[in-house]
């Protein structure tokens, strides 16, 4: 039995019954996925969480759409940035790459990761397995042609040659943003809206995580092994890495075992394929092996074959201890931050954007909107607000009144927002009496006017979003985008979806605007249209 993994013990007085209680790795494993997805109310109310922490990178794979998620998944955040490397160089997102690499390796892979931990429970399923050999060790070579293309090769082809924001790996294969942002998102009914994205690619993702998943089943750990691009990068730090699986060669004797029952595949302890599971350390039969952060002892064989002194075996197990006391503090801090105080606080915090104005009665009663109520649904009248435009000057809705007045959220991330930007653009310049603002999510705003600056989109004015602003959820947008807004001359909503635009259906959306002006005579709304659309 593998005491460093499982734990048993038999109930008393149930002599054939035992129980498995899962070993160090395994609640270390659970803890790293709780801590990631500690934003627990995004499941419930179907959003993902946007605060200022998400733009700090976890050190494991986890989706940063999960509705869970409190931090960026690196890989993601590294395709992000070479994308936009035309226009800035990605040293954090590379940075804290290297320092994720340089203090761990790839015991990120082995102990922090939850696509790891979900791969090793799905190879619990009973059924035959397939044990490594020589074909298995050729095709962990694959994560490194999967790294080199899809991670950065297109991302800095489409994004520095052609201006297009393709995570490739993100929008081709990911199956952590299948199932921990498509699926995470998708389940809440609250965005049931946000269907229309389920075309074709969503399709080819669903079926190569649903491979890759009964793959996991036969074969151990089969995307950490033979896809995964961000274990293809801790790879490489392996050798160095402070901690990791390290050989005592003076107890080692040569015989190999190690290598033979590991179930990845690895040449010798501690190379580019070693996770340091630390499966190896109770194989070892000369006690040879243990886990270690620099000279710090983490994890030491058994009592029975190590060779160190009781005393030095028993304090290692008090600062086990004590390290658990405050991971489970930290753990507790971080349910409450993100589930119970930071909402709290957002809550007495209006947005800085609201702004009063006509949306009291008595402008209701001076636009001919008595009655209506103030919202973002078809037929209510928008909320006013006012923001700061990126080209200078300030935008406020209410003095657009008798204008048709577009609202669009995008993102620079956001590849259908950007490829139905130039049709807001278009609309301007053939109807240049329309009202057109562009609101870049909060998520990467601060790229975003080095995005736009060479675009020559000059008609449409655009403005970003801010955690001080709270356009969004002024506006109630949702995360998912492209989503427009659209308001008739009485600032009246008459359209509202999550869904990318054509210029086509700009226009006939343009169109029905201008026409659906209420308590307005409907020969004078004819003429007016038929004036302004040729």
């Known amino acids: 039995m593998d005491k460093t993994m499982n734990h048993e013990n038999r109930i008393?007085?149930?002599?054939?019954?035992?129980?498995?209680?899962?070993?160090?790795?395994?609640?270390?494993?659970?803890?790293?996925?709780?801590?990631?997805?500690?934003?627990?109310?995004?499941?419930?109310?179907?959003?993902?969480?946007?605060?200022?922490?998400?733009?700090?990178?976890?050190?494991?794979?986890?989706?940063?759409?999960?509705?869970?998620a409190v931090g960026s998944c690196p890989l993601g955040a590294l395709q992000n940035a070479l994308n936009a490397a035309g226009h800035t160089a990605p040293w954090y997102v590379l940075g804290i790459l290297t320092l994720f690499g340089v203090i761990l390796g790839r015991t990120i892979c082995g102990w922090i990761c939850p696509l790891g931990l979900i791969q090793e429970l799905l190879h619990k399923i009973p059924t035959p397995k397939i044990r490594k050999s020589h074909i298995t060790r050729k095709l962990s070579w694959l994560k490194y042609a999967f790294l080199a293309v899809f991670v950065i090769a297109i991302p800095l082809i489409y994004g520095v040659g052609k201006g297009i924001i393709l995570p490739g790996f993100c929008k081709y294969i990911c199956p952590a943003g299948t199932f921990e942002g498509a699926v995470g998102l998708l389940q809440n009914p609250v965005n049931s809206s946000s269907f229309f994205q389920l075309g074709a690619a969503f399709t080819n993702k669903w079926v190569i995580m649903v491979a890759i998943g009964l793959a996991c089943v036969f074969c151990y750990r089969t995307f950490c092994r033979f896809i995964c691009p961000l274990g293809a990068i801790y790879g490489l730090f392996n050798r160095f890495a402070l901690t990791g699986v390290k050989v005592n060669p003076d107890r080692c004797n040569g015989c190999g075992l190690c290598v033979m029952k590991c179930q990845m595949d690895v040449r010798h302890v501690g190379d580019h394929e070693c996770i340091s599971c630390g499966k190896c350390m109770d194989t070892c039969t000369q006690g040879a092996i243990s886990l270690k952060c620099g000279k710090i002892t983490l994890k030491d064989p058994e009592t029975g074959k190590n060779a160190d002194p009781e005393p030095a075996i028993l304090k290692r197990k008090k600062t086990g201890r004590a390290a658990w006391c405050i991971a489970i503090a930290v753990l507790a801090f971080s349910l409450c931050w993100f589930n119970?105080?930071?909402?709290?606080?957002?809550?007495?915090?209006?947005?800085?954007?609201?702004?009063?104005?006509?949306?009291?009665?008595?402008?209701?009663?001076?636009n001919g909107t008595a009655g209506l109520t103030v919202g973002t649904e078809v037929g209510d009248l928008a909320p006013d607000f006012s923001t700061e435009l990126l080209s200078g000057g300030k935008f406020l809705l209410s003095d657009c009144r008798g204008q048709v007045v577009i609202i669009n959220f995008w993102a620079t991330t956001c590849a259908p927002c950007v490829a139905e930007l130039p049709y807001y653009e278009q609309l301007k310049t053939t109807y240049p009496d329309v009202e057109i603002l562009a609101i870049h999510h909060k998520a990467g705003a601060k790229k975003a006017k080095e995005f736009l600056a060479d675009k020559g989109w000059d008609h449409v004015d655009f403005a970003l979003d801010s955690k001080e602003k709270g356009l969004l959820p002024l506006l109630n947008a949702s995360d998912a985008m492209p989503q427009t807004i659209i308001l008739n001359r009485q600032g009246v909503v008459i359209y509202n979806a999550q869904a990318p635009l054509t210029f086509e259906k700009l226009e006939e959306l343009y169109r029905q605007a201008l026409a659906d002006t209420q308590g307005s005579d409907p020969e004078t709304a004819a003429e007016t249209t038929s004036g302004q659309i040729p």
């Open 340 to 366: 119970l105080i930071e909402p709290a606080v957002s809550k007495t915090n209006p947005p800085a954007a609201a702004a009063a104005s006509e949306t009291g009665e008595e402008g209701k009663e001076k």
């Open 12 to 68: 008393p007085g149930n002599k054939g019954i035992r129980i498995q209680r899962p070993g160090t790795r395994r609640l270390v494993q659970l803890y790293a996925a709780l801590l990631y997805n500690a934003n627990l109310k995004g499941f419930i109310d179907g959003h993902i969480y946007t605060g200022d922490l998400k733009a700090v990178c976890v050190p494991g794979f986890n989706c940063y759409s999960c509705p869970g």
